[in-house]
């Protein structure tokens, strides 16, 4: 029997090959060949794998990658951003393009069994919120509100509220309300109430900049105005300081962190994913600005808070060092914080897969 050659197996297999030690990327189409950048070189054009004449006019280059990794990369060929056509599963990169997905043969993949699966949907309904002069422009924002399926939770005024920070991100391309009801119909975690709120597109990183103009129109207008409308004035009451808790991704979880620092008596629980907290140079690539956060000042004179911490980061994205620093750093303060490390990179897709471990240790089952 004569073997594949190359060309044969990418056509028939597509692209990259994929086995337990890395993924061999091949091309396919006109010379020279396509430079492939992604996940684990920051996505530096200049870090990237230039693909290489091989058999049969195509052109190929491998990366070693761990067993369980997930990453995301493109193309670029004569400079210019190209899709693989040989790779048919790709994502929203939540930048009006698309990355190409790639996951190692060890990768978890339990977001997809939840979703697949047939369990009793919770009502999303869409809404818009005016928010005070102290906000990041645009003040009109789109906030979208998420309780669970009423057979799964009967009374939903004493659900306690999650405030989700770019919140379209998480529930278009993280599909997060769906997460929610698999994980709660599951009894994996204990049922919750959403509130997505749109962020200040480009104004996003001085909204997000640990902003205490941000915190308090988050804890004293979105907070509120989402327990309002969810009708949660009795989890409200019952729960006193701390009711609420946050989620953030990138700058977002910088939020996150800031909003449970300084504004414990709202937010007693956070989620932060991905959070840039602790940079030093060399961290990030390129003309990074060197900057010391007002959050850093509070993490290391205040007191830890009364509240939970998770933080959560992708090895194969440049935060992971910072955020290791990061967990260590609050643990020794005596903050209680549960970091993970997964083998993933800065992306909705790792950080949709971290809220699998993340959701239910912040929420934990009754009883649990």
Not at 228 to 243: E, K, N, S, T, V
Not at 296 to 310: C, G, I, S
Request: glycine residues 10%; aromatic residues 6%; charged residues 20%.
């Amino acid at each position: 029997m004569i073997a594949e050659s190359l060309s044969e197996l990418a056509r028939r297999a597509g692209s990259p090959l994929i086995d337990e030690a890395g993924a061999t990327f091949v091309w396919l189409g006109d010379g020279p060949g396509p430079v492939v950048i992604g996940d684990w070189c920051g996505w530096e054009a200049g870090a990237g794998l230039r693909l290489e004449p091989a058999e049969d006019g195509a052109w190929a280059g491998r990366v070693a990658l761990p067993a369980d990794a997930y990453v995301e990369y493109l193309l670029l060929h004569h400079g210019r951003r190209v899709p693989d056509p040989l790779n048919q599963h790709k994502v929203d990169n939540g930048f009006e393009k698309w990355n190409e997905q790639l996951w190692m043969p060890g990768a978890p993949r339990r977001l997809e069994g939840l979703r697949d699966r047939e369990v009793p949907a919770g009502t999303l309904t869409e809404g818009r919120l005016r928010l005070p002069f102290l906000a990041a422009p645009p003040r009109e924002r789109r906030l979208d509100l998420y309780v669970p399926a009423p057979e799964l939770v009967p009374d939903h005024g004493r659900l306690p509220l999650l405030l989700v920070l770019d919140g379209p991100d998480y529930l278009e391309r993280g599909e997060l309300h769906r997460t929610l009801d698999a994980l709660i119909a599951d009894g994996a975690m204990a049922p919750v109430a959403a509130a997505f709120l749109a962020n200040a597109g480009d104004a996003r990183s001085i909204e997000y900049g640990a902003s205490d103009f941000t915190l308090a129109v988050l804890g004293d207008t979105v907070v509120p105005e989402a327990e309002q409308r969810l009708g949660l004035a009795p989890q409200r009451a019952a729960a006193g300081p701390g009711r609420a808790a946050i989620l953030g991704s990138s700058l977002g979880g910088l939020m996150a962190l800031h909003a449970v620092a300084r504004r414990p008596d709202v937010f007693g629980r956070g989620i932060a994913q991905s959070t840039s907290a602790m940079l030093e140079a060399g961290d990030l690539p390129g003309p990074m600005p060197s900057v010391r956060l007002t959050t850093l000042a509070l993490l290391e004179t205040a007191a830890p808070p009364p509240a939970r911490l998770w933080l959560d980061a992708g090895d194969m994205e440049p935060l992971a060092r910072p955020n290791d620093r990061l967990a260590a750093f609050l643990a020794g303060r005596g903050w209680d914080v549960t970091y993970r490390r997964q083998h993933g990179g800065h992306n909705q897709t790792s950080w949709a897969e971290a809220l699998v471990d993340a959701l239910p240790a912040m929420f934990p089952p009754s009883g649990a």
